[in-house]
Structure formats: C-alpha cells, structure tokens
C-alpha cells in the first residue's frame, strides 16, 4: 500500500523566494495533516483538514504560510516569502475520522527545507 | 497550551537490555500512540492504545494507558541495534465541544542508543 507521499524531500534556496511543499495523503483518508520539526521544538502540528476543508490552522505561524487542500487527494503548503527561519523538516500526515474518534496517523517521509 | 513531558530524552544502552520510557501530562488523553522514527523518515507508528488501562504488545514492545488517562509508558524487551532512533508519544485529547477535534500532541521524544 502506498504511504503518505511527499515532494521534494530535499528543497534548499535562498530567503525571500517562495516555497511550495506537495503532499498526497493516503488514499481513503479524511484528514491531513502540517507539521514542521526542529530540534528546539520537536514537531508542531501547523494546520490540518477534514473532508478538504481547513479545521484548525492555529499552529501556521506567520502569513507567510499557507495551506491548501483542493481535492482529497492532494494538499499543497507554501512559504511566501521564506525566512532563514524557517528551515526545518515538515511532515505531512493522515488518518481517518470517524464519528468515533480519530484513527492514527500516518506520516510522509518529509521535506528538508533549508533557506540559505 | 497543552504538553506532553516525556521522559528520558535520550538512553544510552546494551544491546540485550530492556528499556522502559514514559510520558506524562496534566491533561486527560483519549487516545495515546507511540511512533518511532528513524534518521531522515517520518514518523512510524508502533503502537496505538484507545482504552484507560489497555496494555498492548507488538512483538518486544509494550505499551500501556494509565489509568487516570494522563500518562503511558512504552517498554522494548531485550533491546537489538535496529531499536536505535527516536521514540515519541503522542496523545489525542477528547473532542472539544465546537472545537478542534483533531490535535495530535507530541511529546519531545526519546532517544534511545543501543551498543552492540
């Protein structure tokens, strides 16, 4: 079975350029999930979707980031303009949701970003 | 906003040796997972535990939900060389009514070295 599958897994360039990260979660899955990790702060979720739709982006932490999900099968995070800063490892996640309550999680490979 | 204290940070042991580390919080959890990760991957889940008091195996490792439902403990039996990486609790808190239902918190995790 195919995972959560993310591109690029490596994307290094310079500030104020923007950044686009891709994701393809698993298929069936209703909910995706944004994190970034460090090592100050280990990994913090950024914004995650039900059924497309943005449900809590409280995490995201500037305007320079933002989320997209337009179909179920494809969610995309941008960084306009990036920062030195915000270099990191950003995972994408998903999982299914029932009435009942949440299924695990699963997690992508990542993206190493760096912004010389 | 809410943590997850988990503890060691890192252990550094032989190979053959047991291992126990723990994760606790001031808040209540409804569902508590253990995942593994491994040097440039994401996150793997080893053990998802949905009932105050359940104790669940996978193979050498076990995993337990306390019982006030604010801590888990995961132990790996006779520890080998591919036990090596990151171990992270994580907990689902319990639906919020009109609130974000999907957080996942993270703990910082748990290093564990294994010398062969």
């Known amino acids: 079975d195919a995972g959560v599958i993310q591109s690029p897994r490596h994307e290094v360039t310079e500030m104020g350029q923007e950044v686009t990260l891709r994701c393809k979660p698993i298929?069936?899955?209703?909910?995706l999930f944004w994190y970034r990790q460090t090592m100050m702060r280990g990994l913090e979720l950024l914004i995650y979707?039900?059924?497309?739709?943005?449900?809590?982006d409280s995490g995201m932490p500037e305007d320079r980031f933002s989320a997209k999900m337009p179909n179920a099968s494809f969610s995309t995070l941008k960084i306009q303009p990036s920062e030195p800063r915000d270099s990191a490892v950003y995972f994408c996640a998903s999982s299914f949701r029932t009435g009942a309550g949440n299924q695990p999680q699963h997690f992508g490979d990542g993206t190493r970003l760096s912004i010389l | 906003g809410q943590q997850l204290n988990q503890s060691p940070q890192s252990m550094f042991i032989q190979e053959g040796e047991d291992v126990s580390m723990n994760c606790t919080s001031s808040?209540?959890?409804?569902?508590w997972l253990w995942y593994k990760q491994d040097p440039g991957e994401g996150p793997v889940l080893l053990i998802a535990?949905?009932?105050?008091?359940e104790l669940t195996s996978n193979g050498r490792l076990t995993a337990q939900f306390g019982i006030t439902r604010k801590d888990s403990f995961l132990n790996i039996s006779a520890s080998i060389p591919s036990d090596v990486g990151i171990y992270f609790c994580a907990g689902h808190r319990f639906p919020l009514r009109g609130g974000s239902q999907g957080n996942l918190i993270f703990g910082k995790g748990t290093k564990l070295s294994v010398k062969p």
């Open positions: 298929s069936g899955h209703n909910s």
């Open positions: 979707f039900n059924n497309n739709v943005p449900i809590d």
């Open positions: 535990l949905y009932k105050a008091g």
């Open positions: 808040s209540i959890f409804n569902t």
